[in-house]
């Protein structure tokens, strides 16, 4: 049963530290999307991947976020330095996009990061 | 992953009853739709899609209906279960050249034994 993983699943860590989280794509998927949830601005799209080339970090902060992907089996997402109002859950979610079809993402299961 | 909003708009639903959830999208050029269903501390899950040259799709217990007049989406549920219970979302694609989905805010649906 493929599925997205993704690391850690909780973080807890002080303002100003660097944080990544990692995930890891369903083999042979060819897009990778980071999403951030939070109870008053829910599911937000800080960036996506396609054939590990970044096609849009519009929704991401550039002075604090970056997002790579190392391989196709890795995308992480780096926040240095973090600050409270990045805590949140950040999903990762893979999709495979072959001519117009279907745009299904499959999500992981979320980091849940706290910063204090 | 956390449950969206503290004013999300509620569906309490009882079991065995049809469940209807509408979503208005505001794009007229979104040429695709999702619709994610999200449990209590696990990610989006897909449910079902729609293209925009189409006004209805079935799948198992559950039918999206799209009317591209009023850009209006609506997801049936039919015999709401209380796995059923969850956060739904409608999700829209817009353009050709953005593969990215733009998601909405959500509606949880409590089904009530």
């Known amino acids: 049963d493929a599925r997205v993983t993704q690391t850690p699943r909780h973080k807890v860590t002080e303002m100003g530290q660097e944080v990544t989280m990692r995930c890891q794509p369903i083999l042979g998927h060819n897009t990778v999307f980071w999403y951030r949830q939070t109870m008053m601005q829910g599911l937000e799209l800080l960036a996506y991947?396609?054939?590990?080339?970044?096609?849009?970090d519009s929704g991401m902060p550039k002075d604090r976020f970056s997002a790579e992907m190392p391989d196709a089996t890795l995308a992480t997402l780096k926040i240095q330095p973090s600050e409270p109002r990045d805590s949140a859950v950040y999903f990762c979610?893979?999709?495979?996009?072959?001519?117009?079809?279907?745009?299904?993402?499959?999500f992981g299961p979320g980091t849940r990061l706290t910063v204090t | 992953g956390e449950s969206v909003g503290l004013h999300l708009p509620t569906l309490s639903v009882q079991e065995g009853d049809n469940s209807i959830i509408n979503c208005a999208y505001s794009n007229s050029a979104s040429d695709y739709f999702i619709w994610y269903k999200q449990e209590s501390g696990k990610g989006p899950q897909f449910i079902i899609d729609?293209?925009?040259?189409?006004d209805k799709r079935q799948g198992q217990r559950v039918t999206v209906l799209l009317n591209k007049t009023v850009k209006h989406l609506s997801l049936q549920i039919a015999a709401t279960q209380p796995g059923d219970s969850a956060v739904y979302f409608c999700a829209e694609k817009t353009g050709t050249g953005r593969r990215a989905l733009t998601f909405g805010s959500g509606t949880r649906l409590q089904v009530q034994p």
């Open positions: 979610a893979s999709g495979l996009v072959i001519g117009q079809g279907s745009y299904e993402q499959y």
């Open positions: 729609i293209r925009s040259n189409m």
């Open positions: 991947f396609r054939n590990r080339a970044p096609l849009d």
